[in-house]
């Protein structure tokens, strides 16, 4: 994976699991595509966070990310 996903959730790597949650459901709920229904941007970027956030939710695999 590429992307840095700290930037993706806009969160610092010290971030902990309450932050995290925070800042998914805010741009979550930013870039849902219903909410953007004339935007066809908002469903990658809804996606990428999504991603980003199973990723960062889970301390395995956050520890494996942060190792590479």
Do not use: C, Q, W
Request: proline content about 3%; aromatic content about 8%.
């Amino acid at each position: 994976m590429s992307k840095d996903l700290y930037k993706t959730l806009e969160l610092d790597k010290t971030a902990d699991a309450a932050e995290i949650k925070k800042a998914y459901r805010r741009l979550a709920k930013k870039y849902h595509p219903d909410k953007n229904p004339d935007d066809e941007t908002v469903e990658v970027k809804f996606k990428e966070v999504g991603e980003a956030y199973e990723i960062l939710s889970d301390t395995n695999k956050r520890a494996i990310y942060d190792k590479r």
